[in-house]
């Protein structure tokens, strides 16, 4: 099993900035690819970005780029999103999800395992 714990949410303004965490423990060599996904009321769940642990390659949501950074520290074994000119549709909840496969993968349901979420609003 893979745990993953999500930090570093809360209430925001429009154009700032914040970064979540997601901490990997248990079978850490099991988590490959690690995903972003947020889910805001009322929509599906949508991907946001992934890194690999072994390159640091990543991918991101087109909604994202330019603002969202993925990043990645083997040591510490967590996974980072900095989050920059946050606007309100960014407002969701935020999820950490580890993908036993080796390729980045934007379907949720090809990641394996799931944090509990951390929730990010942004007002305006």
């Known amino acids: 099993q893979v745990q993953l714990v999500e930090s570093g949410g809360g209430l925001m303004q429009a154009g700032d900035s914040l970064r979540l965490s997601c901490a990997v423990s248990?079978?850490?060599?099991?988590?490959?690819?690690m995903g972003w996904f947020r889910q805001a009321p009322g929509k599906e769940r949508e991907f946001v970005s992934a890194?690999?642990?072994?390159?640091?390659?990543?991918h991101y949501a087109d909604f994202v780029k330019g603002r969202f950074t993925v990043s990645r520290d083997n040591a510490k074994r967590t996974v980072y999103l900095q989050m920059n000119s946050l606007n309100p549709e960014d407002t969701a909840v935020y999820y950490c999800?580890?993908?036993?496969?080796?390729?980045?993968?934007?379907?949720?349901?090809?990641?394996?395992?799931w944090g509990q979420g951390t929730q990010v609003t942004v007002s305006s």
């Open positions: 999800a580890a993908s036993s496969r080796f390729y980045i993968s934007t379907y949720g349901h090809l990641y394996d395992y």
């Open positions: 890194i690999k642990w072994s390159s640091a390659s990543t």
């Open positions: 248990g079978r850490t060599f099991s988590a490959y690819t």
